[in-house]
Structure formats: C-alpha cells, structure tokens
C-alpha cells in the first residue's frame, strides 16, 4: 500500500543554486498540493495542482514554480534560493477535497 | 488576525491526565475541520476529522462550533506516545482549496 512518496528525503545546497523535489501521490489521487514548514510553524501552502493545472497559489515568490505530469506525480522547483528557504518541504496528495495525506517531506538546508 | 489561531503550549501533562486543545479560526466559508499530529522532525499525520454533530476516536473526541467558528480536541487518559504537535487545520473550497494550518500545540506527556 504505497503511500505519498518524496525524494530525495534531506538535501543541502548553497544559496543562489537551484533545487527541485519530487512527489508521487497515492494511486488514484489527482491533487497533488506543496507545503512548506519551518522550524516552530505549521506548513504554509505553496502551490496545489490537480488533473494537471494549478489551482491555487499561495504567497510564495516567483522564485518557486511546480508542475504535474500526466501520471499526476509533481514537482517543486525553487531558483536562487536563500537562506530562509531551509525548511521542510512537504507534498500532500489529496482526491480533490480536504482529505490530505503527506509525505515524509524533503528537509532542504540552503548553507 | 491569523486564519487560524491555536495555543502554542507547551501542554506538560502526567500520563492519564485528559487535556484540551482549543483552536479558532477566521473564515466562516470553511468546509472541512481536521486535526493532525506532527511528531518531531516528521510529517502531518491526520488524526481525525471535525464535525458539528462531534466525532469520537477511542480516547479522542473533535468538537466543531460554527457559529463561534471554533474547534476542539479532548484527548483522555493522556499517554507518553500521544506527546507530539497538534495541528488545527482548515479547508474551504473544492478541488481549487487548500489547507490552512494553524502553528501547532505542543503536548508533552510525562511518566
């Protein structure tokens, strides 16, 4: 019973690099939404997508983008990152209502 | 005024202890009620749903009040491994909605 999966699980990078995070949701789910959580906050939405399209965004820079492919797995990209980019970045997949499930989350540390 | 407020805590409770959980939120278009557990370093997990009629998990039970926009948790007979982050979340829209999370109640359970 394959759950939402993340990859890669911790990543470090130094600031004015690029990053991209991945996301497979659960069979049979077609939304797919983007979170990020830092240390002491709860998760702050970033961006949903389903069947394909974004349907929300949140208040996140243009420096963060995301898409979904065909087989509704997704993908988080964020250029120039910062310092105050370090966070867990979570990956919540969803039918399309409130339910939502998460992923282990990919801890980026931006050094 | 945040979208949704909670007591950060920390709630430091003996093992067997009942304690509750408060949280208020903003929007009075909001659908769906939820509360997750977040456990150090790891990701949301949901615990249970919210509903006005009130729902019941074994030791957990959820309250929702519309009218003064406000939700609940009472956790009974507290255990050690119920001590972790209680997050109050929120869902308004269909499938173009998003999750809103609340900051999180720390609980801490001891011997």
């Known amino acids: 019973d394959a759950g939402v999966t993340q990859s890669p699980t911790h990543l470090i990078k130094t600031r004015g690099q690029h990053v991209t995070l991945r996301c497979s949701p659960i069979s049979g789910h077609k939304s797919v939404s983007w979170y990020q959580q830092v240390l002491g906050q709860g998760p702050q939405f970033i961006f949903q997508?389903?069947?394909?399209?974004e349907r929300g965004r949140g208040n996140f820079p243009d420096r963060f983008s995301a898409r979904q492919f065909p087989n509704y797995s997704s993908e988080l990209n964020v250029n120039a990152l910062l310092l105050g980019d370090s966070a867990l970045y979570l990956c919540?997949?969803?039918w399309g209502g409130g339910l939502a499930f998460f992923g282990q989350g990919t801890r980026l540390t931006v050094v | 005024r945040k979208e949704v407020e909670q007591d950060p805590g920390p709630f430091n409770v003996p093992e067997g202890a009942t304690v509750a959980f408060n949280c208020t939120y903003s929007n009075s278009a909001s659908q769906s009620f939820f509360w997750y557990r977040q456990d150090c370093r790891k990701e949301p997990k949901l615990l249970m749903s919210?509903?006005?009629s009130g729902n019941e998990d074994g030791r957990f039970t959820a309250q929702l009040n519309r009218a003064s926009q406000y939700i609940s948790l009472l956790i009974r007979d507290s255990k050690l491994s119920d001590s972790a982050t209680y997050l109050c979340?929120?869902?308004?829209?269909?499938?173009?909605?998003?999750?809103?999370f609340g900051k999180g109640t720390k609980l801490s359970v001891k011997p």
């Open positions: 997508y389903y069947e394909k399209e």
């Open positions: 979340v929120v869902f308004y829209g269909g499938s173009q909605g998003n999750l809103i």
């Open positions: 919540a997949s969803s």
């Open positions: 919210v509903y006005s």
